[in-house]
């Protein structure tokens, strides 16, 4: 039975899976999303959320635990530098799976997974639709306040000419 067991084992002994999640957590770092099964996605997401959410803090021993996981130099300056100063201000869900349909050799269920802040069309249309909406919100309070200070004022100026 399997009670309270929560890890996909992917079909693979603890030393196989382990190198699988490392090399998939090192490429997706580098290429900043992958094409996989959606299986194997989901394994990397819960493995590769702490390790990101561990370079938010620069320190050298974050940087050791990392790469511990990671087993790659390159994977780890690319997290701390680039995805971790992009990432900073975010709480967490620094992924996102995307399924794609069924792979046709073998059925399996194919997904991409992705860093959510480095994906240019989803970021760019939403940053700035709300960038727009809080800019126009802003200038029409604004805009308001100043045409009635402006009126009132030209009003008073009327009558004491008149």
Known sequence: MRHGDKINNLGRTASHRKALLSNMASQLIVHKRIVTTLAKAKALRTYIEPLITKAKEN??????????????????????????????????????????????????????IEL????EIYGKGKGEAKE?????RRSRTGAKKAKTADGAGAASEEKSAE
């Open 132 to 136: 727009a909406a809080r800019k126009t």
């Open 59 to 112: 320190t050298t021993h974050q940087r050791r635990v990392v790469f511990s996981y990671l087993q790659d130099k390159e994977a780890v300056t690319e997290l701390f530098s680039t995805i971790a100063e992009k990432i900073g201000g975010r709480p967490g869900g620094y992924t996102r799976i995307i399924k794609l349909g069924i792979r046709l050799g073998d059925n399996a269920e194919q997904a991409l």
């Open 116 to 119: 959510v802040d480095f994906n």
